[in-house]
């Protein structure tokens, strides 16, 4: 386990202003609303999903992926009839040893907050981190996502960094 | 008196500290109250105590001096013989200086200190030397924190209460001052510290006093507080917040002038500071600084003053300037708190001394504003940096201005002449005089950053009037520079305004905006003292009107004018300016309203009403010729449709309804008089009524119904109950004449009433609903003529099928008084009689087949009505009127408390079952109409039987209700047979449970809940159930979230969870979904044990509501499934 922290001064960005949906679910009861690129948005900046939390317990930095540009509403691509969702999400340094474990964060909160149908694409955004493609594999393996996940050190750490609203 | 040896017992406890401290306060009380009973006097107890007092053992001592100055606090309006206070002084003085026994001596001497006027006091010269000892002897830092809080606590009482006598100390006391408190943290002390500041300030004020000597040192301690930085925000038993503690520090800084050279040059330096709360406080305390200091002193700091206030302008204020209609009567940009705080400081300034100005006027910022606003025309075009120039210079100048006569002088004359040169109002000749541009060529390029300035500076001189006029009643304005330029240029800039309102280029809001800001600012100068005369007024007028009856729709130019006349409305009412308001009632109020009458012109009839509406309300003559206006119109509209058939007509009289009972009606309680006029526009209504004897041709005028119902229910609802009396009288006549009173002499047997149809003239159908309407919203005091026959007219209505006959007959029998009592007016039929009419037994009736098997049945059944109900008559149109008619009776009874009503409930019970009295099931829909009847007497009603309409409502008559008609029902739905008599039952039982209050459903949750679980699953089937199926599910969510239902639900939980999973795919209301599912979540509140067998099947149910079409619905069950997974 690293003890220090990796990137000791990240850069907190202001937040961008939200785009407003224009909100027809009130008035007509039976069209549906497919799931659409704010909501998965929505579903990642639920909590403060800081792994740099997670790491030093300090609650003196509680960012979220939002604040510190790792995850934007653009890098999100989703596309519902075909159930397909692609994250892109960019490192905050380059040999970011955390890159890992945002990605796991991120697969995990949206493998539970999505329908079973989807197929879920976890990538780091090109030219963003040292160890790229090894990153990518590692993110997209089934195999290696399952066992990561039966670890109960590495899940309790995705727990805390997804915390329920209670 | 006290025992010796029980004394002693006592004072052992106390001096002993390895006892508990309850132990400890009561002796100390038991020997407080011997004293206080005059059983022990304070010579014996000293004597007593001798020994705790002076022995060498530290603990001892200081707890024996502790209990002797705790008794004293308790017996602080104790009369106490002066030598007494005078030996015990002396003796807490001296102990002072014995450090172990300091907290005792200091709780001592401060008992004495706040001891009351008559109960024997300190004299000066003790308390003088108790200063003196307090201060050699007492290091007050090196005190603990309670210590330290007494001994300031200490000095602030000296301070207070023996000024002079401490006063000769000097410079001791200020030196022995600053020392206390230097590096002083605790909130509380600081407090108390503060306070010593402002003290000693009053206490040596002269120059060449201690203070004025050590100043600086002192200045040193408590300067470095400032600003004041407090995060604290949770409330202690201290409770101070950093409001407090700045305030007090502000008030020590800003005590005496002696701190002026240390304490200026730091605030202006923390002004410069990036934290706001900083530049908050420091402008906050420049401003005290100001008043306390002197012009004298302040003068050196002027240039600084400025050049930091400016600053503080620059940052302070935001570029985006509103063009919206609501900024023409707020500052247009948003003002934070420093910006407050700056204008204020500004002002002080000014105000105080008019030589500041003279840095602000030959400020370099001020001429270069010129070019900026000659370089632009455009507000939109103006880089930030310009538009930032020109915001903040005319800010600054119409703050300044503001701030007194003079200072307006100073500024009008410094530039307002070059600001009307660079508006082109005046013009250089070759002659080089200077020429007004009268009426030829007014400038064809409108300068917005011009005209902001000019707006600004005219809204300051008229705020200058007003705010003098309140204080002093005639100064002479005419002879001031200010008024004549003003007055010289007043026709000119009403034409430059004007042509900017009527401009139509590519920016023209922003050109409009300032048009109509302008001439809403000269046409608010106040009355006497006016630079405006009133041909100039009526001028401005007439445009901003002319605007309004323009038939250009609705524009943001209409609806800035329409603000700007409401605004200038207010402001007339406001400030009684009568000469004024004849002008605004002759050129817009009679323009609008007369416009409103006539209905012939190009705008559309709803913009005209909101116009007339707005601008009326400004004043309560204006609704007085409003409302005559509206009734003029109301007439000759009617008349216009009655006669030449003009559909047009009929909607304006919808919307002019609309207009009434939206507008206007809301604002009864605070005009004066409206009530009467508004009686007297109702009774008109009806005589229109009556004159247009024939409708030309049928209409179906159900908006127009709708809204005179509305407008007639309301009225008569606010009436007093004579106005209503004459209301009534003169609806009574109108409906005798019309063929309504036909209907009377039919019989209420079966054989006349099987043929009843809904067959009445529009007319007389108008006529009955607003009868109907009268008789819903008239108080239980009025009286009602020939009532029997009116119950049996709106008893056939209701049995034609007018819903309104129903609720009004409801109505009827909720307010009637009953015989004995005698508290009604309508002398003529009581509730009984009223009740004979309605529950009249037909035995009359031809078709008595199965009245045999009826009888021993039940008492209700019997009656016509019950009949219809359940049956007898083949007509099923019929029956379901009557079903609903009767719900409607049966709510007037129930929420007054008569017994007859549960006559009702049995007949509406009846229909619902399977197998009735009849021996034979209901059609379905008129069960549904039955079940549905029970939402009708349960629920709250906006239209009629509510408090507003004076209904009689007897307190808690919907728990009773609850509690009798529940079991009926729960029974009879444990033996149902068929599955619709059974659907039909829970939805009537659904109806009853959700309109309870939930503390009765809370206290009944075991018995319901089954209840509930089982209504839900069977009113899920049907989509037309869908809102009971809300409402019940809401009952139960309400009973998962208290402590009194989990344990209930614990029991039920398996149910309760299959109910919820089945309830989060409900496919007909979305509510329903997202209720169940948070229903799902508020279940994790139960045992562990109990849900977790559930775990697997709750999280696989939501897992498919992930996928639900709503998104409300996908974010519930993410957060759900989020909960249930770490379960």
Redesign the interface.
Known sequence: MVTGLINENPIIYPKKERRLRTDSSTTDEFTPEPIDQLEIFDILNFGNCNPFVVDIKDPEHPNTLEDLRVVTEDSVEVDDENSYVRVTFTPTVEHCSMATVIGLCVRVKLLRSLPSRYKIDIRVAPGSHATEDALNKQLNDKERVAAALENPNLVEMVDECLPSEE | MVEPNQLTQYLETFVDITRSPTQQDDSLKAIASSLENDSLSINQLVREMEMYLTTTDNVVRARGILLLAEILDCLKAKPLNDTIVHTLVGFFTEKLADWRAVHGALVGCLALMKRKDVAGVVTDIDAQAMAKSMIQNVQVQALALHERKLGFELLECLLQQHSEAIATMGNLLVYATCEAIDGEKDPQCLMIVFHLIELLAQLFPSPSGPLASDASDLFEVIGCYFPLHFTHTKDDEANIRREDLSRGLLLAISSTPFFEPYAIPLLLEKLSSSLPVAKVDSLKCLKDCAMKYGVDRMKKHYGGLWSALKDTFYSSTGTNLSFAPESLSSPGFEMNEIHREAVSLLQRLVKQDISFLGFVVDDIGINMVFDTISRYSEYKEMPDTSKLEVLVISQILSVSAKASVQSCNIIFQAIFFRLMNSLGIVEKTSTGDVVQNGNSTVSTRLYHGGLHLCIELLAASKDLILGFEESSPTPGYAQESWWSMVKSFSVPLIQVFTSAVLSSNDDSVTDVYFGVNGLLTMGMFWGGSSPISRSEFEKILMTLTSIITAKSGKTVVWELALKALVCIGSFIDQYHESDKAMSYMSIVVDNLVSLACSSHCGLPYQMILEATSEVCSTGPKYVEKMVQGLEEAFCSSLSDFCVNGNFKSIDNCSQLLGCLTNKLLPSVAEIDGLEKLLVHFAISMWNQIETSGVFSCDFNGREFVEAAMTTMRQVVGIALVDSQNSIIQKAYSVVSSSTLPAMESIPLTFVALEGLQRDLSSRDELILSLFASVIVAASPAVSIPDAKSLVHLLLVSLLKGYIPAAQALGSMVNKLGSGSGGTNTSRDCSLEEACAVIFHADFASGKKISSNESTKIMFGSETTLSKICLGYCGYLDLQTRTITGLAWIGKGLLMRGYERVNEIALVLVECLKSTNCSGHALHPSAMKHAADAFSTLMSDSEVCLNRKFHAVVRPLYKQRFFSTIVPILESLIMNSQTPLSRTMLYVALAHVISNVPVTVILDNTKKLQPLILEGLSVLSLDSVEKETVFSLLLVLSGTLTDTKGQQSASDNAHIIIECLIKLTSYP???VVRETAIQCLVALLELPHRRIYPFRREVLQAI??S??D????V??EA??C???W??T
């Open positions: 007909h209301l979305m897992e498919k992930l996928d079409p709503k998104r409300r996908r974010e993410i957060r499934r989020q909960a997974l770490v």
